[in-house]
């Protein structure tokens, strides 16, 4: 079982749907990121928690602690909001741990 | 100022010949780290550096694999007799504290 699990794999949306991303870990963290790759492969760290919520435009990302399991929300959702999220978490140190990923599509 | 860049941005080679990637970080970051994506794949660690040494590279998958920094700033990332399983995006990344900012990547393609 891997210590950071995403839900769901792939994720489909219509133009304006409100989306969630679910990230579970079984380790404990100093903090939680959400990252996003887009097709082109480049990578962008988006949040970094270590408690409560955060939010940045039609972004927001909560977490919890005590259930070790943090969101990641996308308000009025856009294709070009296309792309990879990943959850990764470290614990006192540099060492990322990354979740596997969600695809996510919106179409228009 | 300038991001974490990357070179070269694509390499194709034939496989059993070395290849060497190069990483220039932000300054100021004394904080490295090289991540290989394989094709549909999650990102795997493959090295750390704090300044010029490497206290962890449990993550280089095989012996082939080495990498050095210098100067605190740009490392190198080599692979000797690449192997065709070597093929992959390799993305490295630089930091001051937890949060990470990374290069565009390397895309290899081993033949």
Avoid at chain 2, 1 to 11: C, D, E, L, M
Wanted: aromatic share 8%.
């Amino acid at each position: 079982k891997n210590e950071v699990e995403q839900s769901p794999q792939n994720l489909t949306a219509q133009e304006g749907e409100f989306i969630t991303i679910n990230c579970s870990y079984s380790v404990g963290i100093s903090a939680l990121h959400w990252l996003q790759q887009h097709p082109g492969g480049g990578i962008v760290s988006l949040f970094m928690l270590s408690s409560g919520k955060k939010k940045h435009g039609r972004l927001i990302a909560t977490i919890n602690i005590q259930e070790k399991h943090s969101s990641l929300h996308i308000t009025a959702s856009h294709p070009r909001d296309s792309a990879v999220y990943i959850c990764a978490v470290t614990r006192g140190t540099y060492k990322y741990i990354f979740g596997t990923g969600t695809r996510l599509k919106v179409l228009a | 100022g300038a991001g974490v860049s990357q070179s070269p941005s694509n390499k194709v080679t034939e496989k059993g010949k070395d290849v060497e990637l190069r990483c220039d970080p932000i300054s100021g970051h004394t904080a490295l780290y090289w991540y290989r994506q394989s094709l549909g794949q999650g990102l795997e660690f493959l090295i750390y550096f704090q300044g010029n040494s490497a206290p962890d590279k449990s993550g280089l998958p095989s012996d082939r694999f080495s990498a050095e920094r210098t100067g605190g700033s740009v490392s190198t990332l080599t692979i000797q007799r690449t192997q065709q399983e070597d093929s992959a995006v390799y993305l490295c990344a630089s930091s001051t504290e937890e949060t990470q900012y990374f290069g565009p990547g390397t895309r290899l393609l081993v033949l």
